[in-house]
Every structure is written in structure tokens, then in C-alpha cells.
């Protein structure tokens, strides 16, 4: 027994590990980390290529707008192929290290003019040295970029065609959390770097990420959870970057958001999610999880306003934050249970995924909309979380709207023949996850005040309403309108209400909400057809409809929807008012 002790002592040793780290290996929590689309949190400056591989091959340097050589090559963080020795001139570090020179131990040697190692000084300008080896297991180093394109010419800043454009995206979070750890995007308060995994283990989803394998990648090569090899991935299809060659994702890919999340989420394994997205629509998407997704656990959405290594960057203080937030337990009712929803985490503050909004591209661009709140709380110096304010509004396992709380099917509707036809839409697949192609297909339109043609409101002035009618009764048996009026009261012209009145007749259900940020409520018009927005924006309304037509599916159809019955008035009626029930909730 006790040899198979000493065994095993010697080989974590022979590891350079010691027991506290073993324990702090098993007792770590693990969180998972979700890629989605066009996040800036995991893009990077282009590569160009750098003065001191144009000088090496006689191409022209890169100059200053005088015309002079630049001064310095921006350093990019690449892995050493083989171990190399260096040596570190001693109190370099900081312009005020030698003013405490009494305080540091003796260097490993002196270096003379001519470059020459001694372990005793020879002469009296001898350069005191640190020697150290370098590996490649010690992870990226700030190194010149030396690489050209293949007809000999630099690299610049500059991007033709996509086949002849590097991707700027990384494929998952996992190298930029290397990067944070290792202090190239920057070192924490304490100075001693490792600021991601001394707290946390992580794992990386690729759900739908801003960058792709083009040529595949085979499964021992995956920093991602997965099984397989991946095969050549395309950009708008498998990946979604920004740019000249951006693409959006499609409705069907919110399914599998919400499927993946889901997922991992219900396994065990994890302490709680970090969500990262492009920033205009990062706050969409957390709402979307924190309506969806079922779960106790904690989800932070991140976001950047300037791409990773850039001047300035605020990405990487956002998700080690992001970990500080999930790792507090400031969320956790007394059962541990999560009691705030989805939160976005941006430049230390915690807003409600609900109310947060982008207002400027800039870090500190997050605003909270609704007029009563959003802000929940504070992260300071170093990762001491604060919470002030706590949500009402239903989210994540208390949501009517989670994955859970779905039914199998829903009523749609379609015109066959020429007839409003009631069709049944499968909402989930056998293991009970979202379908694809059940993702209801909703739109916006909005008020304009000096646009009527006549004083008689006549519904022919909207023709986009009854063509959008038509296309989705052809195409999409759950869709839905949003309608944004003026303020306060969502008021529209007759004509768009007219028409808007039609769609409603025809299965289709209205959100009614105001325009801006609304700092105050909507009323309820129970003599309308239409479902009051509260005091949601637009956008966080259509997402709260799309997941409302997954519970409740479509309204009840009038035979003729430019002339119903008041019976069929009343049905429609009594549908939005289960509609309006989740909208005053969530």
C-alpha cells in the first residue's frame, strides 16, 4: 500500500504537481462556454506581416504616415516549435525596477558586448541576465509575424475575396481564454495571470461560431466539445463572421442554440453557462436562453465592443467577470437555485438580459430599457460581485415557455385552396428538443406619422402587410407581427391597424409595443385584437411572441378576416388573452 502511494506521489510530482493541486483539480467547477455568432469577443486584429521579416526579404517596410519606418512590430502571440534558450536583461520589467535593486535576488549570469554568457562578471558594463528555456507547453509567446502571402508578398491589413481572405474569427473561445490566462490580453489585478483557469475548468461549444474549418479538422485536433472529425464548414452555413464576407444565421439555427445549451445545461457537469455573441444582438439571444432554457443554473451573456488584442479591448475583463458572477453564487435562492435569469455581463455591471440594450459602440454602450430597472448589480476590484436589485419577471426554470413547458404540437395555420386550414406543428422531436423548422417566423413593421395618402383610411395603403400575410401562410404555419407604435401608447395609423387586424383574423398574432425605450408600461386594450407589449422593445418582443407561438401556437382563423363574425372576434380575443398572460409575466 504504501509503495503504491509513494508510486503515485512520484508521478504527480514528475508532473510538476503538487497534492493542493490535485485537490484543486477535483474541486474545481466546470462552465461551459457557448460560441454564437458574429462575436467580436473572439475576433482578432488581421496579421500583418511584420518589418522584420519585410526587411529579411528585401519587401518594402511598413512606414509611418511620415513615411518613416515604424518604430516597432506589433507582436503576435505564436507557439515555439522547439525549446529555445533566452536571456532576460534584469530589471526590464518596469523603468523603476533597478530604483529597487537592493530588494531583488542575484541573476543567473552577465552577458559582455559581444553577446557572451558568463555566471560571474567580467567586466564592469557586463549586463546582469536571467537564462531561461522556453518550450512550447508554456503556451503562446509575443513573437514578430513573419509569414507572406504565397506569391512572396506581405500581408496587410487589407481582404479580397473570401477564398483569398484570412478568417480574423477564431472557431471556439478556447484560444482566447489561453490568451487571457497567459496575460497577453492582459494581466489581472494581481499581476500573476492564470485569471480564467485558477478559478474554473471550461469547456467550448461550438453552437453557431464566428469562425470555421474551411478545409475540416479531424477529431484529435478539436479544442471544442464534440465527437468526430469536422468536416469543410462554410460561411453562412456553419460559421457566421461580420464584415465584407458576414453572413446571418438562420431561424432554424435558434433551434439548435436552445437544443446545445439545453443540453449542457441538464448534465451535471456544469456550474453554469457563458453565452459570447456579436454585440448589437448578444442581449437578444440571452433573453431568448433566459425564456427557453430550463435550468437552475446561471447563464452570462458577454460581449466586446473592440476585437481581442486590440487597444482597449474589453472582452476579456467581461468573461473573466463573467466566471467571478457564476462562481459567487449571488444568483442562488435558498434551494441554489438561479433567481436572476439570463444576465448580460458588461464593463462590471449585471444587467437583466430582459432590459439590457446596446446604445453605442464603445465599451460602457449598454444601456437598461424599460424605464424601471436593469441594472442588477456591480462586479468591482478584484471579482467582489454586488447585487442590488433582483427581476420579477419569470425566466429559466420558472419560465411558461421553457423547453419544458412546450407542448408536442401546436396549431398552425396555412391557406389551402384558397382556405385558412388549422395544420398541427411539431414543436419538439422525439427526445423532447426543439424542431427546426417549428421556429415561428416573426416580423416587424412600424409606425410613420405624414405618410397617408388620402383622409380615408384605406388598408391598400399597406401593401407589405398583406403581402407578408400571403408569405407566411404559404410558407410558415407559426408567424407572428410586431408593430411598433408611437409612444407611449403604441398607436398606429389606421390603415397599418386595419391590416394588422387582418393578419390577427388570419392566425396570426400582433405584439403591439412603443417605440424607443419605453419608461413606461403598455396598456391593455382588451377591446383590440392585439397582445400589449408591456414596456418590451421591439426586439425582445418579437423573441417573447416566437417563444409564446411555441406554446400556444396560432389564433383561432376567420373564414373571411376582412369581415368576421363577432363570435369570431371574441375567439381571437380570448386566444391573445393567453398571449397577454406571458407577456405581463416574462
Not at 294 to 319: C, F, W, Y
Not at 522 to 527: A, E, H, I, L
Request: glycine share 10%; with cysteine; charged share 20%.
Amino acid at each position: 500500500m504504501e509503495r503504491n502511494v509513494i508510486l503515485c506521489l512520484t508521478a504527480w510530482l514528475a508532473l510538476g504537481l503538487s497534492w493542493s493541486g490535485i485537490a484543486l483539480a477535483q474541486t474545481k467547477p466546470r462552465i461551459a462556454v457557448f460560441s454564437g455568432p458574429t462575436s467580436t469577443i473572439q475576433n482578432s486584429p488581421p496579421l500583418v506581416t511584420s518589418n522584420t521579416a519585410r526587411a529579411g526579404r528585401g519587401l518594402p517596410l511598413l512606414r509611418n504616415p511620415d513615411g518613416s519606418p515604424a518604430r516597432y512590430d506589433p507582436l503576435v502571440p505564436q507557439r515555439l516549435a522547439a525549446p529555445v534558450e533566452v536571456l532576460i536583461e534584469q530589471f526590464t520589467a518596469h523603468p523603476l525596477e533597478r530604483d529597487a535593486a537592493e530588494l531583488y535576488g542575484p541573476p543567473d549570469g552577465y552577458v559582455d558586448r559581444q553577446g557572451v554568457f558568463r555566471t560571474t562578471r567580467a567586466n564592469p558594463d557586463d549586463k546582469p541576465v536571467y537564462k531561461v528555456i522556453l518550450r512550447p507547453q508554456d503556451g503562446f509567446f509575443p513573437l514578430p509575424y513573419m509569414a507572406v502571402q504565397a506569391d512572396g508578398k506581405p500581408w496587410d491589413a487589407s481582404c479580397a475575396a473570401f477564398n483569398r481572405c484570412r478568417q480574423t474569427f477564431y472557431p471556439d473561445a478556447s484560444r482566447v481564454f489561453e490568451e487571457i490566462d497567459r496575460g497577453l490580453a492582459g494581466r489581472d489585478e494581481r499581476g500573476v495571470g492564470n485569471a480564467l483557469s485558477a478559478k474554473a475548468n471550461f469547456d467550448f461549444y461550438r453552437v453557431v461560431p464566428p469562425g470555421g474549418y474551411t478545409k475540416g479538422l479531424t477529431h484529435a485536433e478539436r479544442t471544442d466539445v464534440g465527437q468526430g472529425d469536422i468536416g469543410p464548414e462554410v460561411s453562412g452555413q456553419h460559421f457566421f463572421p461580420y464584415g465584407p464576407q458576414g453572413s446571418e444565421p438562420l431561424m432554424a439555427d435558434l433551434a439548435k442554440v436552445t437544443n446545445m445549451v439545453q443540453k449542457a445545461l441538464s448534465s451535471g457537469a456544469y456550474a453554469g453557462a457563458i453565452w459570447t455573441e456579436g454585440s448589437p444582438n448578444v442581449q437578444e439571444t440571452s433573453y431568448w436562453l433566459n425564456l427557453l432554457i430550463d435550468t437552475p443554473l446561471p447563464i452570462a451573456g458577454n460581449a466586446a465592443q473592440r476585437v481581442h488584442g486590440l487597444i482597449g479591448m474589453d472582452g476579456g475583463r467581461n468573461m473573466i467577470d463573467s466566471v467571478d458572477y457564476i462562481l459567487s453564487k449571488v444568483w442562488a435562492d435558498r434551494e441554489g437555485r438561479d433567481e436572476l435569469g439570463a444576465v448580460l455581463l458588461q464593463d462590471t455591471q449585471i444587467f437583466a438580459a430582459r432590459q439590457a440594450e446596446k446604445q453605442g459602440a464603445r465599451p460602457g454602450g449598454y444601456v437598461a430599457m424599460g424605464g424601471h430597472g436593469g441594472i442588477m448589480g456591480t462586479i468591482g476590484d478584484p471579482g467582489a460581485v454586488t447585487l442590488w436589485f433582483k427581476p420579477t419577471t419569470r425566466h429559466t426554470w420558472g419560465s411558461a415557455v421553457n423547453l419544458t413547458q412546450l407542448p408536442r404540437t401546436v396549431p398552425g395555420v396555412r391557406r389551402v385552396n384558397g382556405k385558412l386550414t388549422t395544420v398541427q406543428v411539431s414543436v419538439k422531436d422525439e427526445e423532447g428538443f426543439l424542431r427546426g423548422e417549428a421556429i415561428p417566423k416573426v416580423t416587424m413593421v412600424k409606425y410613420n406619422r405624414w405618410i397617408r395618402d388620402s383622409a380615408v383610411a384605406d388598408i391598400t395603403e399597406e401593401p407589405e402587410i398583406p403581402a407578408r400575410i400571403e408569405k407566411n401562410l404559404k410558407d410558415h404555419p407559426l408567424s407572428g407581427f410586431v408593430a411598433e407604435g408611437s409612444t407611449p401608447y403604441g398607436t398606429l395609423q389606421r390603415s397599418m391597424a386595419d391590416a394588422l387586424n387582418v393578419a390577427a383574423l388570419s392566425g396570426i398574432p400582433v405584439v403591439l409595443v412603443s417605440r424607443g425605450d419605453t419608461a413606461g408600461l403598455m396598456p391593455v386594450y382588451t377591446f383590440n385584437l392585439f397582445i400589449e407589449g408591456n414596456n418590451l422593445t421591439s426586439t425582445k418582443a418579437r423573441l417573447l411572441l416566437m417563444a409564446a407561438m411555441l406554446k400556444f401556437g396560432s389564433l383561432p382563423q376567420a373564414a373571411d378576416p376582412r369581415n368576421p363574425t363577432p363570435e369570431e372576434r371574441r375567439a381571437v380575443q380570448e386566444k391573445v388573452r393567453q398571449y397577454q398572460e406571458i407577456f405581463n409575466t416574462h
